[in-house]
């Protein structure tokens, strides 16, 4: 069997559902080799939004995305990618062609060492050299790729490789359960949190796994312990919950910092080093448990005093088994932190004033998207109001990156979802930044008659860095700029085009688009005038207020 053949029945013995990415000359042989396939190729209009968009489906499914490019500049537009994948813990595998690499004619022409580029941002990168290697090079791939933690992964394939023969079997999946904790360290977290006055149950990424929901819930209803989580750990348990005191969105002096204050022990589900710490540890002001697959790397800030390795879910099916509540545990400070937020977030939400407010804006896109739904956040300082304002009612309705933090994955990650699932609604939100990075995909969209709402923030500049601008009491320079009018933008692609002009207009025209099919794109004004006032001054004070 030729080569690329062997690769493709490799990626199909491994449940591959669709392949992200822009075919080149070096990867002929493969793209010959996928028409026979049940895999869909799914052709983007940059290999950056095709990497986002295999990484998202690693993020929803849990199984390895798949994202393919050509050689030299093809393979270096994959690197924000790789990185998006590797600090989000999504679990994706990058493949990329190159020149022979037995009798090349074409000197050093588009030659960039792609390997050892790679070999920072992925947990495993190699050169195929041989046809005989290719089932064992891509069975390992996606096995480092999903193994904890979930990360990137890089095959190169030369043209020369992939049109050898062989006949060198496929090697299948294995079938792998993760270790589970050792029970005497789970016993020494029960006594621990049994022994605790005010415990505080911290949700981190590395919890936003599907095994984890159901033991998570099983766990708070058990014990009664009030939970907050970082802004990757978002609705792992329904926000709504009377015992969720926040999302740590801002990186101190929130209220539910003040919460995190009054503390003497945090059991830490899913800590995760990428994100911003939600607290640190100070003068052993308390304890922490630290709950995870795998140890903590310790620093200056966070050095548990006792672990908790092994499968997460497993892990706390365990603590609830065996814990008992306490007649001693006092959450009533926990709740009275969770009213004052809760008082505080219903600020600003019936503002009438257009450009619309952030606080109004986050409230009426939570009043239109089911429970269900999705939103796919672009980075940007509105990033921040709906990490802290809008309540996840389910996991993974809330994709937001916290990891690398990048512009531009707004869109193509709101693709995937609404590849992955067509019957929800998914809501792409980006700032006008963030969506000019990948704006191109919005013919991805239309060509693939895709149902998704895109909603554009526009404040002409960028408007995080003028956020953090102001707050270091620099002067206003260098961060504003022009946009087109993205209603006949969106209009040249095949999309539908809106712009409202006032802010009662946002919810019927949101509903109005989740009645029809296709590619919406809504254009929304936003007034940020008063972040670095409420942010950065007015939040601090409150919460110190009753500290």
């Given at each position: 069997m030729k080569a690329s053949d062997i690769f493709v029945k490799a990626l199909e013995a491994e449940g591959?559902?669709?392949?992200?990415?822009?075919?080149?000359?070096?990867?002929?042989?493969?793209?010959?080799?996928?028409?026979?396939?049940?895999?869909?190729?799914?052709?983007?209009?940059?290999?950056?939004?095709?990497?986002?968009?295999?990484?998202?489906?690693?993020?929803?499914?849990?199984?390895?995305?798949?994202?393919?490019?050509?050689?030299?500049?093809?393979?270096?537009?994959?690197?924000?990618?790789?990185?998006?994948?590797?600090?989000?813990?999504?679990?994706?595998?990058?493949?990329?062609?190159?020149?022979?690499?037995?009798?090349?004619?074409?000197?050093?022409?588009?030659?960039?060492?792609?390997?050892?580029?790679?070999?920072?941002?992925?947990?495993?990168?190699?050169?195929?050299?041989?046809?005989?290697?290719?089932?064992?090079?891509?069975?390992?791939?996606?096995?480092?790729?999903?193994?904890?933690?979930?990360?990137?992964?890089?095959?190169?394939?030369?043209?020369?490789?992939?049109?050898?023969?062989?006949?060198?079997?496929?090697?299948?999946?294995?079938?792998?359960?993760?270790p589970i904790a050792e029970n005497k360290a789970i016993e020494a977290a029960v006594r621990m949190i049994e022994d605790a006055t005010r415990p505080l149950l911290l949700i981190g990424a590395g919890a936003n796994r599907k095994s984890t929901y159901n033991m998570l819930q099983l766990f708070v209803e058990k014990t009664g312990i009030p939970f907050f989580s970082t802004q990757m750990g978002k609705g792992v348990i329904d926000e709504r919950n009377p015992l969720f005191l926040g999302t740590a969105a801002l990186s101190d002096d929130d209220f539910l910092h003040r919460a995190i204050d009054h503390a003497d022990l945090i059991i830490n589900v899913g800590h995760d080093v990428v994100e911003k710490p939600p607290f640190f540890m100070e003068n052993d002001r308390f304890k922490v448990i630290h709950v995870n697959y795998v140890t903590a790397p310790i620093d200056p800030v966070y050095y548990p005093q006792q672990g908790v390795i092994g499968d997460i879910a497993n892990s706390i099916w365990q603590l609830s088994e065996q814990i008992k509540p306490q007649n001693k545990w006092d959450f009533s400070f926990f709740l009275t932190v969770r009213q004052k937020l809760e008082d505080h977030l219903q600020e600003g939400i019936d503002d009438p004033r257009f450009p619309m407010y952030p606080q109004r804006l986050v409230a009426d896109i939570r009043k239109v998207v089911p429970a269900n739904g999705i939103i796919a956040l672009d980075n940007g300082v509105y990033k921040i109001w709906f990490a802290r304002n809008y309540k996840a009612y389910q996991p993974n309705t809330v994709l937001l990156d916290n990891a690398l933090a990048t512009m531009g994955a707004g869109l193509p990650s709101a693709m995937a979802a609404s590849l992955i699932y067509p019957a929800k609604k998914v809501v792409a939100i980006c700032g006008d930044g963030g969506f000019m990075m990948n704006s191109q995909e919005l013919e991805?969209?239309?060509?693939?008659?895709?149902?998704?709402?895109?909603?554009?923030?526009?404040?002409?500049?960028?408007?995080?860095?003028?956020?953090?601008?102001?707050?270091?009491?620099?002067?206003?320079?260098?961060?504003?700029?022009?946009?087109?009018?993205?209603?006949?933008?969106?209009?040249?692609?095949?999309?539908?085009?809106?712009?409202?002009?006032a802010s009662d207009e946002l919810v019927p025209l949101m509903e109005t688009c989740f009645l029809m099919p296709g590619v919406h794109v809504i254009e929304v004004a936003v007034d940020y005038a008063d972040n670095d006032r409420i942010l950065n001054k007015e939040i601090k004070t409150l919460s110190q207020s009753f500290s």
């Open positions: 591959v559902e669709y392949i992200f990415g822009i075919p080149g000359e070096e990867n002929l042989d493969l793209l010959d080799s996928l028409k026979h396939s049940s895999i869909k190729l799914i052709l983007t209009r940059h290999e950056q939004a095709a990497g986002f968009m295999a990484a998202t489906y690693g993020r929803l499914t849990g199984k390895t995305g798949v994202s393919m490019a050509t050689l030299g500049p093809g393979a270096t537009n994959l690197v924000t990618a790789a990185a998006y994948a590797q600090l989000g813990a999504m679990p994706m595998i990058m493949i990329t062609g190159q020149k022979p690499i037995k009798s090349s004619k074409q000197g050093r022409f588009q030659i960039v060492d792609v390997v050892d580029m790679m070999r920072p941002l992925t947990k495993y990168t190699h050169q195929i050299q041989g046809a005989d290697s290719i089932p064992a090079h891509v069975r390992e791939s996606f096995r480092v790729a999903e193994d904890e933690r979930p990360g990137a992964t890089h095959l190169e394939l030369p043209e020369d490789i992939a049109s050898e023969h062989s006949d060198m079997p496929i090697i299948q999946k294995s079938s792998v359960r993760r991805t969209a239309v060509r693939l008659k895709l149902n998704l709402l895109v909603i554009i923030l526009r404040d002409n500049a960028y408007g995080m860095i003028k956020w953090k601008q102001a707050n270091m009491g620099f002067t206003n320079f260098g961060l504003d700029y022009g946009n087109p009018d993205f209603v006949k933008y969106a209009q040249s692609y095949g999309a539908n085009g809106y712009r409202i002009a």
